[in-house]
């Protein structure tokens, strides 16, 4: 029986043999620290970082290198805003759809630090309307932070007109873009956001385990460094240096994953981002027009491949999601995620709270044979139970 992966919302698989090639080639060629040595191999290593930041400069439309951060994950690059950023007696605007990632770093700061956490509510297919930001901003906002698209339903949020109307304000902007990195138009100027946080492991193509931070200049005076300790530079100075990227890159840095990330942003740029994106659209279109107007299926989100990600949310009328799940991978090899996908805040949004969903996520990789054959199992199930 053949596997077919349709959960690239959690990450992306199978990789392209070129992401491990390239890390692979660190590790056996490279393999010395960047930045912490004079020898050709560190200096080779600390070559392949620099040139990666450059690539995701370029990638992402941010003006200079230096303003790309590496971290470990989306979820390291969010904590780190939050807790740099946030004091007490702060505002902070959220919505309705956010990630665990930022819901639970909110919770234990609201509680220990008296920060004021705001839900702004979106409608039920996850949708928002962005004028609700400006009649939430209050005197003492200190920051927004909207996840570019849900990782529930896919749904896109109004990050670029959110931008438009915090531009004319003092308050600072992040966005989650773990779910469109890779897919979507990701513009850090474009966006006007102070912060934008990333994954590699997604829609980017690269390995789990690296991440990055895009900051912007007012950014860096108005966020403390999570972790301190060696950068490399200034060793005889106790403080933490307070330029880019040194502030937030403490520590021996994950460059086998950065090698692996920058192979999967140049496969990127090879095939064309409107390319993977039109892709994955019809992917999802075609999913979408094979299952609506089946018995007992529920679909959540717009239902409009022009305003999701690839990822499709259902649940089946008399059929434990968990339960589905399990059947479309023994009987079909078909791997989906079902649960709460760590966003309660979606699910009690698009009304699946506490059951939570069937999610089928889909990436560059998948096929149109492989859609169809999700689309018969599902009938098949559905004919059965």
Not at 270 to 281: D, F, M, S
């Amino acid at each position: 029986m053949k596997e077919i992966y349709a959960d690239h919302a959690a990450t992306s698989y199978p990789r392209p043999p070129q992401v491990a090639e390239a890390m692979t080639n660190y590790l056996q060629n490279i393999g010395c620290n960047p930045g912490r040595g004079g020898y050709r191999r560190s200096l080779e290593a600390a070559r392949m970082v620099y040139e990666t930041r450059v690539l995701l400069a370029d990638f992402f439309h941010v003006p200079q290198p230096e303003q790309v951060v590496f971290t470990p994950s989306v979820t390291y690059s969010l904590n780190l805003v939050l807790k740099g950023v946030l004091t007490s007696g702060d505002h902070v605007l959220i919505s309705s759809m956010e990630h665990n990632a930022v819901v639970r770093p909110l919770t234990r700061l609201a509680a220990e630090q008296g920060i004021q956490v705001e839900r702004l509510p979106c409608n039920a297919d996850g949708t928002m309307d962005p004028l609700q930001v400006r009649r939430a901003l209050k005197p003492n906002t200190k920051l927004v932070v909207l996840t570019h698209a849900s990782n529930v339903t896919g749904t896109l949020l109004p990050v670029y007109e959110v931008g438009e109307i915090l531009a004319k304000t003092d308050t600072l902007y992040c966005i989650d873009a773990a779910q469109t990195a890779g897919t979507e138009k990701v513009d850090f100027q474009d966006l006007r956001c102070d912060y934008l946080a990333f994954t590699g492991h997604k829609g980017l193509l690269g390995p789990p385990g690296i991440g990055g931070l895009c900051l912007s200049e007012r950014a860096l005076l108005a966020t403390n460094s999570l972790v301190e300790g060696g950068t490399g530079s200034r060793s005889e100075d106790e403080n933490q240096p307070q330029f880019l990227p040194d502030k937030f890159e403490s520590g021996t840095q994950n460059a086998p994953g950065i090698a692996g990330l920058a192979a999967g942003i140049k496969i990127i740029n090879q095939v064309g981002l409107t390319a993977i994106k039109e892709k994955k659209r019809n992917l999802t279109a075609a999913f979408l027009d094979g299952i609506s107007g089946l018995p007992g299926i529920h679909i959540y989100g717009t239902k409009d491949p022009n305003l999701t990600t690839a990822t499709v949310s259902i649940n089946m009328e008399g059929i434990d999601n968990g339960d589905l799940s399990f059947m479309l991978e023994q009987g079909y090899g078909i791997m989906t995620r079902s649960g709460l996908h760590c966003a309660p805040l979606a699910h009690h949004t698009i009304g699946s709270f506490p059951v939570g969903t069937l999610r089928f996520s889909f990436g560059w990789q998948n096929t149109m044979e492989e859609i169809e054959t999700m689309i018969q199992a599902l009938r098949e199930i559905i004919k059965e139970h």
